[in-house]
């Protein structure tokens, strides 16, 4: 339900959804992790809500390094939101760094 709402663009309503729906994927269903972050990250970002996308930018940023590596397009892409969420949340400076470790490592 929630993949459905954030592709009819109602990330509003998709959002909770997802928050709601981390707890059990992080304890019973590792596998999805990527994907309920790589949904609830742009669906907070579509708000806005760039302090609340943070966590879930940095999580799965560390999440896709570990699993697909550095180099991998969706661990690129991932590392490319967080800098969104951390310039827009205020720290520019960490944002350009991550932004700089991004371009290095492609």
């Known amino acids: 339900l929630a993949r459905r709402l954030g592709?009819?663009?109602?990330?509003?309503a998709a959002a909770p959804l997802l928050e709601a729906m981390l707890p059990t994927v992080r304890k019973s269903q590792p596998t999805l992790l990527?994907?309920?972050?790589?949904q609830l990250v742009p669906a907070l970002q579509s708000q806005r809500l760039f302090?609340?996308?943070?966590?879930?930018a940095e999580e799965l940023t560390a999440h896709l390094k570990q699993t697909?590596?550095?180099?991998?397009?969706?661990?690129l892409a991932s590392r490319a939101r967080l800098a969104e969420c951390l310039r827009m949340s205020g720290d520019a400076e960490r944002a350009a760094a991550e932004l700089r470790d991004c371009l290095a490592t492609h």
């Open 34 to 38: 990527a994907g309920t972050l790589g």
């Open 7 to 12: 592709e009819a663009k109602l990330h509003v």
């Open 51 to 56: 302090r609340e996308a943070l966590p879930g």
């Open 68 to 75: 697909r590596g550095a180099d991998h397009p969706d661990t």
